[in-house]
């Protein structure tokens, strides 16, 4: 990150981590917010609900907190975090020890301070006081009963009686049992805050360097990814024009908030295939002697190395987008890469016979030098094309696969996760699982998933008779239509949705939609055939037996009458994608919509 930095900002020339203030606010307030990801010790959620708690507001605060997230000291957070807000009153074991406790309010977190209160309470030298120090992590008991001696006997000068004496010895060997050292935890600190400065003024460097890290882990690229947001920073899909191996900022002021995805980062590619694709760019090879852009598929199979860069490397690329600025079709990209590389071959074996013969004639492809037209193929849905996008990089970049479904859900689902507020009324959400883990909790196994709707994700939980009944719905990628209550998530800071009802799309449309419109003109459809191939469903509750599927109305118009009519509960049928796609295909010219106003 560093590098990166002084590379591209004139600015930092002379940054130096050891010069800078340890009371930047800007710092804080990301410890105090909890935008801790990839902050060192910082970044798992156990550590950023804490920092959301304690609010950190100066060194000795992260310091603390370094030493205290551990087993055992953990649950003196609680205390930490009243006496730090002025919550709960700090007290000390006497007063003598106040300016040893006072940075950590009243509470021994150190080892360093059992030991200072040792020397100043029990007359210890500071070479008994660490003897001590080891006697009580040691946890021997004719030993204790030694120092707990002399220690009473240090009081004794200091006016303290030996209860007293005692009460304070048993806190400091509790405390001992598990103390940090402060030295240790203040170099842990001091990283802290160095990487959490890089996050909080210079963002794009710190993702791209992160990244470039983690770029072998997918699931750890997608969390970044998301935090990344948060900060304003934007990524570009992988380029075959622009990229590198690694993840960069973009050059000039633009790279302040955007970066340019590692080509490195989609599955199949490989270093020495993307060293091979930025050097016949850049001019540096056999078959690509200038540096310019690649113009097409064509020409970029005509100059890589194709030693180097095989059909798996460019059909990865393909679906990751790395040639969208110069075919934006990514179908037809990928049906014509086996095409590139045959002429590719043809132009190489054309370009070795030096022009003496011509085999071929000028409008077939084999020895022609004139690119030809790419293959057509089916453009891909949102959907497919996001799926192939996930398989070549683990997540999404160009889009959302909640944009397929946005159109139709909204007419029925109209809050958006972003605008949700803390309401003990049920809400009706809708978006793309995600993160979806399956656990034990005390009353059964919980499925605990996350709803993203494009505007925001909330975190939800469903019990076990939902994920038993909603097991195909409840999959990652898959669009949902949840009802719950929320309420606030201490962990995240955030809002969570316990979940009292799910639907899948079709199920969603039989709930919220009044009926299928379609109009006929005159034409004839197989209404019997559509009914009995997607029939309605029936379920049973304490309430009787219910038919739950969509209505049809018929719209008939003739060149002397027109006239609607509802087919009622024996032309209810379920909507799924196949059934109203099998709609569409009857009546192509007037595709039937799902009403729902």
Same mark, same amino acid.
């Given at each position: ?62 310091? $603390? ?142 993702? $791209? ?138 132009? $190489? ?211 002397? $009458? ?36």
């Amino acid at each position: 990150a560093k590098d990166f930095i002084l590379a591209r900002r004139p600015e930092r020339a002379g940054l130096n981590f050891e010069s800078l203030t340890l009371d930047d606010p800007k710092v804080y307030r990301l410890f105090s917010d909890g935008l801790t990801e990839s902050v060192f010790q910082f970044e798992s959620r156990g550590m950023q609900g804490m920092l959301r708690d304690a609010k950190p507001s100066r060194f000795g605060d992260l310091i $603390a907190l370094v030493a205290l997230y551990r087993p055992g000291p953990m649950d003196l957070i609680p205390t930490f975090v009243a006496r730090k807000h002025g919550k709960e009153k700090v007290e000390y074991p006497h007063p003598l020890v106040e300016p040893v406790l006072s940075e950590t309010y009243g509470i021994m977190v150190y080892q360093e301070q059992v030991m200072q209160t040792a020397q100043v309470l029990g007359g210890y030298s500071l070479g008994g006081a660490d003897m001590l120090r080891r006697a009580m992590g040691k946890k021997k008991a004719e030993e204790m009963a030694k120092h707990r001696e002399i220690f009473r006997e240090g009081a004794a000068r200091n006016a303290i009686g030996p209860a007293q004496a005692d009460e304070i010895f048993d806190l400091m060997e509790k405390f001992a049992g598990y103390g940090f050292n402060k030295s240790h935890a203040a170099a842990y600190a001091l990283l802290s805050y160095h990487t959490a400065w890089l996050k909080a003024h210079c963002a794009a460097e710190f993702y $791209a360097a992160n990244m470039t890290i983690e770029m072998g882990d997918s699931e750890k690229l997608k969390v970044l990814l998301a935090d990344a947001k948060q900060f304003g920073v934007t990524f570009t899909p992988p380029d075959v024009n622009v990229c590198v191996h690694r993840f960069e900022p973009a050059p000039g002021r633009a790279g302040d908030k955007l970066i340019h995805c590692g080509l490195g980062a989609v599955k199949g590619t490989g270093q020495g295939a993307v060293e091979a694709i930025v050097a016949a760019r850049e001019g540096r090879t056999e078959q690509s002697d200038v540096a310019r852009p690649f113009t097409s598929l064509f020409d970029f199979a005509k100059r890589v190395d194709r030693s180097r860069v095989n059909k798996r490397v460019v059909d990865a690329l393909v679906k990751a987008g790395g040639f969208d600025q110069l075919h934006p079709d990514r179908a037809c990209t990928l049906a014509s890469v086996g095409l590139a590389f045959e002429w590719a071959d043809a132009q $190489a074996a054309h370009a070795q016979q030096s022009g003496l013969f011509d085999f071929g004639g000028a409008d077939e492809h084999g020895a022609s030098t004139q690119e030809p037209a790419l293959v057509q193929a089916e453009p891909w849905s949102i959907r497919e094309k996001l799926t192939l996008e996930k398989t070549a990089v683990g997540f999404y970049l160009s889009g959302h696969m909640f944009d397929q479904y946005e159109p139709e859900v909204r007419k029925f689902c109209k809050r958006r996760i972003a605008d949700l507020i803390d309401s003990r009324e049920p809400q009706i959400l809708c978006g793309i699982v995600g993160d979806l883990r399956v656990v034990n909790g005390q009353r059964g196994r919980v499925a605990i998933f996350k709803v993203d709707d494009k505007s925001e994700a909330i975190e939800a939980v469903a019990n076990e008779t939902l994920l038993d009944a909603n097991r195909d719905a409840l999959r990652d990628d898959e669009l949902v239509v949840v009802q719950g209550k929320v309420q606030p998530d201490r962990f995240s800071g955030g809002l969570r949705l316990n979940v009292t009802q799910i639907w899948d799309l079709a199920a969603a449309r039989a709930r919220f939609g009044r009926y299928l419109s379609v109009q006929v003109d005159g034409d004839v459809v197989p209404l019997a055939e559509l009914v009995r191939q997607w029939p309605a469903r029936r379920a049973s509750d304490e309430h009787g037996d219910t038919v739950q599927g969509l209505g049809v109305r018929v719209k008939v118009r003739t060149p002397g $009458a027109a006239a609607e009519l509802d087919l009622g509960d024996q032309g209810r049928f379920w909507p799924s994608d196949d059934a109203l796609a099998r709609w569409k295909q009857i009546l192509p010219t007037q595709a039937p919509q799902v009403v729902y106003d």
